[in-house]
């Protein structure tokens, strides 16, 4: 059986991984805040951890892995989005999920086995703020409930950091309720207009932090295998979590495994709502962008890189694409290269795994006498390992957009353009539709129009 190694932030070292259970292998990755589209920075995990889970699949068999992503649909910015709309908060936050699942779909992410939200979860978050307040570790102070950090003498162990530079390095919000100005919030008092729900600690919600904790437990136990998330989400996020669930479950070890992504960068800096640098899933797939090719730029750099979006990827990506789902056609699923499952289980070497998808098809296109049945039978598995040249993300690479009223337009600005010998909007069409990135053909039969590798549907004027 292929042995999975995996960096391991808690360790700071690549480890075997050793399941608790293989029969039932638990991860957890934290899922979107819903209250508006998701970015591409935001999709970096979610693939990553999407081609774990079909790692892991293949590895222990696919009904013996468990996978949580959660929807955290309470939080102070989707209270904020609903003050600025004038929404009701379950109409965004049902819009936000409905549209996450389209775009996740649309790159070709398997849906996790749970996706949990936190207000379905509010009693099992009540029980565990209660059992830490009875064990010493947090307290009640004006409607709040918090986490005291020096009563969990680990506090700061994933990160490697003192209490001291962590005070120093983030915004700690200091509040009179508060003992140590580190503490953080596991309940909060709702005003009017703000969902909350009744509580020991009176009428309110819960902090952030909880929410994961109570969800993870709930679904996955006291002890589980993976937990993962941007390396963003290290500090305060992961800190708390494991202070929490750590000090309400003595007995567990929580998550054995943390993998923190690097991120999405735009001109260096982290691509993220708050800056307000970012561009969504959807306005990639609305420019033309097909889901697959989204998805194999961004498995193209090793998770633990930071890394760019350019057009020249997507544009080189399309063109590999179209190649190898050329390849493809009619070969049946086998199981895939050993090679490729022990670059994805090398620390979840994807580029390495491309790598090596390039010189299969390389290998099966450089013989085109041979009918390579095995070859490629082997290679279409191995490519869906990584979620690629899947059936649902297929058909893109035939009509990505339909050109067919352009061709129309064009051949009979021609027709026009003999007789007069003007051939000015000719030209003028031409030129734009090169511009787009379309590869135009005209020959004596008629007009041919072909989404070309740079194709930029954003560019076509209408006709
Ligand atoms: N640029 C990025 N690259 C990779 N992962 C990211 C990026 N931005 C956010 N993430 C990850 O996406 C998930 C959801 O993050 P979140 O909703 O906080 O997005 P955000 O853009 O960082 O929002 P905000 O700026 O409002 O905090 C987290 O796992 C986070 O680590
Ligand atoms: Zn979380």
Redesign the pocket.
């Known amino acids: 059986m292929t042995t999975i190694r995996l960096q391991n932030t808690k360790t700071r070292k690549r480890e075997d991984f050793v399941p608790i259970d293989p029969q039932n292998v638990r991860m957890y990755?934290?899922?979107?805040?819903v209250y508006d589209r998701?970015?591409?920075?935001?999709?970096?995990?979610?693939l990553l951890f999407d081609v774990l889970f079909r790692l892991l699949r293949h590895i222990y068999g696919a009904d013996h892995v468990t996978y949580v992503r959660n929807f955290?649909d309470v939080d102070d910015?989707i209270n904020a989005r609903a003050a600025e709309t004038g929404r009701p908060i379950s109409d965004i936050t049902e819009e936000t999920v409905g549209w996450y699942h389209a775009d996740m779909d649309a790159l070709g992410a398997m849906r996790p086995t749970h996706e949990p939200r936190a207000t379905q979860y509010i009693p099992q978050m009540i029980a565990m703020i209660e059992d830490l307040i009875a064990k010493g570790h947090a307290y009640a102070a004006e409607g709040h409930a918090l986490f005291a950090v020096d009563s969990y003498a680990d506090y700061g162990a994933l990160s490697g950091r003192s209490v001291d530079d962590m005070i120093a390095g983030a915004r700690v919000e200091v509040a009179p309720y508060k003992r140590n100005p580190m503490d953080f919030v596991l309940w909060k008092p709702s005003g009017e207009g703000v969902p909350g729900w009744d509580s020991p600690w009176g009428y309110g919600r819960p902090g952030w932090h909880i929410e994961c904790s109570a969800m993870a437990h709930d679904l996955l136990g006291a002890t589980f295998d993976i937990h993962?998330?941007?390396?963003?989400?290290q500090f305060p996020h992961h800190e708390n979590e494991i202070a929490q669930s750590s000090c309400a479950c003595p007995e567990g070890e929580f998550a054995r495994y943390w993998i923190?992504?690097?991120?999405?960068?735009?001109e260096g800096k982290?691509?993220?709502?708050?800056?307000g640098n970012?561009f969504t899933i959807r306005d990639l797939l609305d420019q033309g962008i097909p889901g697959e090719v989204i998805r194999i730029v961004m498995l193209g750099t090793h998770y633990g890189k930071p890394m760019d979006w350019t057009a020249a990827k997507a544009a080189q990506a399309t063109k590999t694409l179209k190649a190898w789902r050329k390849l493809i056609k009619g070969a049946e699923e086998v199981g895939p290269d050993q090679e490729v499952v022990d670059l994805l289980a090398d620390d979840l070497n994807t580029a390495g795994a491309l790598m090596r998808l390039h010189a299969m098809a390389k290998e099966i296109a450089a013989n085109p006498q041979k009918d390579c049945h095995i070859e490629k039978a082997v290679f279409l598995s191995s490519a869906r390992l990584l979620g690629l040249l899947t059936e649902e993300l297929g058909g893109w690479d035939a009509a990505t957009v339909d050109l067919s009223a352009f061709a129309d337009k064009l051949g009979a600005l021609r027709a026009q353009a003999m007789e007069t010998k003007d051939f000015a909007a000719v030209d003028a069409m031409k030129s734009m539709l090169l511009g787009a990135g379309v590869e135009v053909r005209m020959s004596k039969t008629g007009v041919e129009l072909e989404a070309g590798p740079a194709f930029d549907a954003t560019k076509l004027e209408d006709v």
């Open positions: 990755l934290c899922g979107p805040t998701a970015h591409l920075g935001n999709s970096r995990n979610v955290t910015k993962g998330g941007g390396n963003d989400l923190h992504n690097e991120m999405l960068q735009v982290k691509m993220s709502k708050s800056l970012f």
